[in-house]
């Protein structure tokens, strides 16, 4: 069988965020996520933030500069929250489109910031989309199946990022994690979460908020 493509991975990362925010009701968007400081309505718009920043990095088009100062984004504003996941879901394929061909995969890409390797940049998109899915599903009480090549792509690409991510402020500290501990635990301890008190599946009270990921939203 043969392994999928970044391509395809990155699709399938795309799929299951988006999965997780039209599972999540809206009467959840006011509480914690494993984000630090970070509401279910926050983490619902910096996912939307980030189709689009995905989109336009793809096709190697500049972003409306505003995405990153304005919440919710400009297709979210003035929009009932019940109709948020929805209007999301339309922002997935021409996010994911956008990566199709080879050539998205090559030269440099950026997502409003300074250019970088295009190939990194995607992988780190495929890592980021798979675990704002987990933090979306654990938030809102959702179960979550992570195929088993987006599980070990996402812990590839932190075991290789983190550190510099770390250092620009984009994820919290390294959570000790045992070294048999599954694919997608060892992830998420280097992205700055910590999963083991969500192993039951139980949803965050109000003072479980864990330190994750901390980049701008």
Request: aromatic share 6%; proline share 10%.
């Amino acid at each position: 069988m043969e392994s999928p493509t970044r391509a395809e991975l990155l699709a399938r990362s795309i799929e299951l965020v988006v999965g997780a925010v039209r599972g999540a009701s809206v009467d959840k968007y006011g509480g914690p996520t494993p984000c630090s400081a970070w509401t279910v309505r926050d983490l619902v718009d910096h996912v939307a933030m980030m189709l689009l920043l995905t989109r336009d990095a793809g096709t190697r088009t500049a972003s409306d500069p505003s995405l990153l100062t304005t919440h919710p984004v400009p297709f979210l504003a003035g929009r009932p929250e019940s109709e948020w996941s929805l209007l999301l879901a339309g922002q997935a394929e021409p996010a994911a489109r956008a990566w199709s061909e080879p050539a998205a995969w090559e030269g440099e890409a950026s997502l409003g910031g300074p250019p970088m390797p295009a190939t990194a940049l995607g992988e780190i998109l495929i890592a980021e989309f798979t675990v704002h899915a987990w933090d979306t599903a654990v938030a809102t009480g959702q179960p979550l199946a992570v195929p088993a090549p987006l599980a070990r792509a996402t812990f590839e690409t932190y075991a290789r990022e983190a550190p510099r991510m770390r250092g620009l402020g984009l994820l919290g500290g390294e959570v000790p994690q045992d070294e048999d501990a599954p694919l997608l635990d060892r992830a998420l301890a280097l992205s700055g979460r910590d999963p083991r008190p969500y192993s039951t599946g139980r949803r965050l009270r109000p003072d479980e908020r864990r330190d994750g990921a901390v980049g701008p939203r």
